[in-house]
């Protein structure tokens, strides 16, 4: 990580970036997409999805610093804000590991030093709760059709420091499509259902599967984001997954 920097003017096309920026930089954003949902109440103009940002509009807010993702983010609207002048901050993360430095890189570029939540979320996850014995779990994040964790995914990471093996870690594919008898015969020890990007409940996603299967019931942005929430997440998502037991 270099020297921190000076405030800057930045927009954030991803939601987790943004909360960790709005706690961290109080006044720093100018801009983040409809989908930055936290903190609550934050108060900046809206530039579009993350997959479809309004590159006008970003480039009307005259922002120092766009903040971006390689996964959620698309490579020629990154582009185009770069050829029209902009600094464009591409992160990629897909371990816990990397969302720690990550995060301690875009807060350094946006003017911040090191936030307290951040320290808070390694002490956290140096010696989390884990499921024992370890469990093999599907974890679909999509239903029509069909999706689940693949290989490589910072969600799966998280979920093996809890003790729990996503069952499709070896599939060739990221997010493969799953059809659900495929799903159903993998025979899991236990189903993880987050609430986002699809909002699984317990009314709609359990059924799905053979009667008496566990399902633990997941909030995505402790399982998903990489920002202040994961201070808190291991024990949230730990809660949730002995739950599925109980």
Known sequence: MGPVRGPRRV?????????AVAVSVPGAL????????????LDVPRVGGTKNPDVPRILSLAPDLVIANEEENRAPDLAALRAAGVEVLVTEIRTLDEAFRELARVLAECGAGRPRWLAAAEEAWAAPPRLSPRVRAAVPIWRRPWMVLGRDTFAGDLLARLGVDNAYAAHAER???????????????????PDEPYRFTREDGPEAFP????????????????????????????????????
């Open 11 to 19: 927009v954030s096309l991803v939601p987790s970036l943004t909360e």
């Open 30 to 41: 100018v801009g983040a997409t409809d989908w930055c949902s936290h903190p609550a109440g």
């Open 175 to 193: 997010y493969p499509r799953v059809p659900p008898d495929e799903l159903r015969a993998a025979a899991a020890d236990l189903v993880v259902l």
């Open 211 to 246: 009667p008496g299967t566990p399902v633990a019931l997941v909030d995505g942005r402790h399982l998903t984001w990489y920002g202040p929430s994961l201070a808190e997440a291991p024990a949230v998502i730990g809660e949730a997954l002995r739950a599925a037991f109980r």
